[in-house]
């Protein structure tokens, strides 16, 4: 999918936090305040029908696919996007819901250890069949993290694996962990690619939760000291991601997982936090819509702009 010299902007829509199920008429695991969310299946299709995403160059998801992690809920998300023709530009990084320990403890035993779970996101998406040409055969796929994805010579996007992985209970489930091996890893793909002008950080967790007055600062609901613990990196492996990303120029770090939109700078590094891309949005008496972030890449100045877009929930008769 790599687009002629002559062309001008490289598209690239960022999804996030899906949560699809089983059934259509399955709610979301994850409580909402006024009742517990449905139709993340229909909402899925609704969006990928969509000329906005169906123009893109590459579609974007950082993590949470499907609620659960279930075999069913892969296939529904198999079926979506195989229906929009989208196979070829989707890129993947996995969250918590998707390879983690989720609802009641498991007990431990023997051979049950982060492998295992590394090893049910690969199947997972190999189910889905998102292998995608983007990637480049030297530097493998999604077997390995962090991958890598050149897809035209002003661009690379790397995907990181930031799920705790091998945890036993329902409270570390959703806790942030980029180990020393993928670090190492990044810092020698950011050095192999280090001549290339925009490059572009994916991960499900949160580089950085602001802390309660600088979200007020933002004017976001500050979490609290036990949530900020239970979604949390650990501090160091944070700061040495920031490290390698500040030393190499890395343009954008986007991420999931917390569903709110938030664009900010962290220590120099635009980073971009992507809300649940299917959860209604509504602001002012207006009609709902689902959001997700467009990043435009001008190839001639290698400029990237950036613009949180609204999809009507209601779609033209014409795309029904």
Request: charged share 25%.
């Amino acid at each position: 999918m790599v687009k002629s010299v002559e062309t001008q902007t490289y598209r690239i829509v960022h999804l996030s936090d899906l949560h699809l199920t089983a059934r259509d008429t399955d709610r979301r695991s994850e409580p909402k305040l006024f009742g517990p969310l449905r139709g993340m299946n229909v909402a899925f299709r609704t969006i990928l029908r969509s000329p906005q995403i169906n123009k893109a160059d590459v579609v974007l998801i950082t993590g949470d696919i499907t609620d659960r992690g279930d075999p069913a809920a892969w296939a529904v998300f198999q079926e979506a996007i195989t229906a929009a023709g989208i196979g070829d530009r989707l890129l993947i990084v996995p969250g918590n819901h998707d390879v983690c320990c989720f609802g009641l403890a498991r007990l431990p035993r023997r051979g049950r250890s982060v492998s295992q779970d590394l090893k049910k996101a690969v199947e997972s998406l190999r189910l889905a069949r998102v292998s995608s040409r983007l990637f480049p055969a030297d530097d493998g796929g999604f077997d390995r993290f962090p991958w890598i994805v050149r897809p035209i010579p002003e661009l690379a996007l790397f995907g990181l694996n930031s799920n705790n992985l091998g945890n036993l209970t329902l409270a570390t489930n959703a806790r942030g962990d980029v180990d020393y091996y993928q670090l190492e890893r990044l810092g020698r793909l950011l050095w192999k690619y280090r001549g290339v002008a925009v490059k572009i950080l994916a991960l499900h967790h949160s580089p950085s939760i602001p802390d309660s007055p600088t979200a007020r600062k933002r004017d976001l609901n500050p979490f609290s000291k036990l949530e900020v613990a239970g979604h949390q990196i650990p501090r160091h492996q944070r700061q040495a991601l920031r490290l390698l990303c500040l030393s190499h120029r890395v343009r954008l770090v986007v991420h999931g997982h917390l569903h709110r939109s938030e664009d900010r700078r962290v220590a120099g590094i635009r980073t971009i936090g992507a809300p649940a891309t299917t959860e209604p949005f509504q602001t002012d008496g207006g009609p709902p819509g689902y959001r997700y972030f467009q990043y435009t890449l001008h190839r001639t100045s290698r400029r990237v702009s950036v613009r949180l877009e609204t999809l009507s929930a209601a779609m033209p008769q014409s795309l029904q």
